[in-house]
């Protein structure tokens, strides 16, 4: 089945204690993206990557990184989580950005 | 001003009245989504556009590159339906999301 999965689905960490979230997908897609949803601000996209090895910044990259060494993975890195960053987070990947995205179902981080 | 506007952010409907969503957006385009988000959470992605119009059972879409409007439609409404619709465009590499539209059928 294709898919596009996250893990941990739900995270309830304390201010600079550094977590990874990952997202993963098989459909072979070129391009993948992180996306945090907030209340009344919508959706907004953290980072993309077009390709292995080849990432860059969306509209608000402040305080994450990522990192792309396998097609299939894009793990979304907090080195020094704050509450600002209090979120739902969805991956998504596609072939490319102008091709249907399909998204993981969302983590759900509460930074205390 | 947003690069992404959508319209109404909020709409209620009786149950098979037909349901129209407006985007209209201020950059160049290579193609422009529809996604759907249900009171769930999940994300699913309903259409993308670059020229003219697409239907998919009840839903169609269509879009105006000259004008830089886009409109979801919905044809016999149902409150499985509701949800927040989000339009989403895309130019160079980035995708620009508008707010949603949040949609209330009821029965």
């Known amino acids: 089945e294709a898919q596009v999965t996250q893990n941990p689905r739900y995270l309830i960490t304390v201010t600079g204690k550094k977590l990874t979230v990952t997202c993963s997908q098989n459909m072979n897609h070129e391009y993948m993206s992180w996306y945090r949803q907030d209340p009344g601000l919508g959706l907004r996209q953290i980072y993309y990557?077009?390709?292995?090895?080849?990432?860059d910044k969306g509209d608000v990259p402040e305080g994450y990184k990522v990192s792309r060494k396998e097609k299939r993975n894009f793990p979304l890195i907090l080195e020094s989580p704050s509450p600002n960053q209090t979120s739902l987070y969805f991956c998504a990947s596609s072939f490319a950005q102008t091709y249907e995205q399909y998204f993981g179902p969302g983590t759900r981080l509460t930074v205390t | 001003k947003n690069e992404v506007e959508q319209s109404p952010q909020n709409l209620t409907a009786q149950e098979g009245e037909f349901i129209t969503i407006n985007c209209s957006y201020s950059?160049?385009?290579?193609?422009l989504h529809w996604l759907q988000q249900h009171p769930g959470g999940g994300i699913v992605s309903l259409f993308m556009l670059s020229s003219g119009k697409k239907k998919h059972g009840r839903l169609i879409a269509t879009i105006n590159i000259q004008e830089k409007h886009s409109s979801l439609h919905i044809t016999a409404s149902h409150p499985r339906d509701s949800a927040v619709y989000i339009c989403v465009v895309s130019g160079s590499e980035k995708l620009v999301f508008g707010k949603g539209t949040k949609l209330t059928v009821n029965p």
């Open positions: 990557s077009m390709n292995v090895e080849v990432t």
């Open positions: 950059v160049g385009i290579s193609a």
